[in-house]
């Protein structure tokens, strides 16, 4: 059975109805709402093909049909039409970008997955830059005392990571100066994975006669940099789930509640491209994703991506405005980081 212009004007009418009342959508409901030119008899017919062709679901038997995970996708793909912001979502983005000017790279990103789960009424879920995406920017040694020493290691995408350092007989200030210099000579804008044992043993031959020195700074450098691999995970949000009755179900808010303690999952699901990506109900693999929505992006400094947002919701969702307004928020995310000066 093949889904001809017909059935597809009936499937779209479905998901739209139901993704704005929550209800299922009988064929009385599409005959008087929808101009479509053909009676409820007829309607419930292609209803019942489209069921059965797997678009469509019931879930009871006198009830109407709710759209499946392949319903969703077909609209998704080929039928939802593009939305244009309002006037109110325009103005909060531009507002956004007036407070995020002058505020540091982590604030930005709080404060962006805080907009984009109260603009769209979803969970925003956001992963912040590491330092093995980004490129060194600068590395100070500073003297704590006699026997210590801090490494502050400063990437280009404004993270900051230090280590504390042990050694019996710290360099004096004047030696600490001329060390950083060529410390930096060295390892400025080399990303993590470009450290290799090539510039390692020219960091070596730059540093002979401070050893103990470059034996203590090597291990500091490689746990700094392995222990900024895992990103923190903000999520704004939490709560929203509960403006959707499919979580009146005690059972499916607490599964949706279990997703979003498990950060680590969540991250798991999302798909890293520079493009929105959107999995829709099974093709999320873990079990408590299976009712839900999860739409991604990459986000990016300088055109090289350092961290992914996404929204997770039931499969009930505004496609077409939630893309609308996660694709213009990436946008000036991407922009207001790429003009900090850090």
Known sequence: ?????????????????????????????????????????????????????????????????????????????????????????DMRIKQYIVDSAMLEVDKIVRQTSALLSDLTNLTCVVQTPSVKKSFIKSIQLIKVDNHSLVSVILADTGVIKNHMIRINQTPTIEELNKINAMINKRLVNLSIEQINLEVINQLKEDLHGYDELFNALLPALYQTLNVSNSSEVIMEGTTNIFNYSEYNDIEKAKEMLSLLNDKESIMDLFQTSEDITIRIGEENYRPQAKECSIISAEYSFKDRPIGTIGLIGPRRIDYSRVIAIMAQIVKELNNILTNQNI
Do not use: C, F, W
Not at 38 to 63: F, K, W
Not at 65 to 79: F, Q
């Open 1 to 89: 059975m093949t889904i001809d212009d017909r059935k597809i004007k009936i499937l779209q009418a479905i998901i739209n109805d139901y993704i704005h009342t929550g209800d299922p959508v009988g064929s009385r409901t599409i005959a008087k709402k929808y101009e479509l030119g053909v009676g409820s008899a007829t309607i419930r017919n292609e209803m019942a093909d489209l069921e059965d062709m797997g678009y469509l679901e019931q879930p009871h038997a006198s009830a109407g049909r709710v759209p499946s995970s392949k319903g969703y996708r077909l609209y998704v793909d080929k039928l939802m039409v593009d939305q244009l912001l309002t006037p109110e979502e």
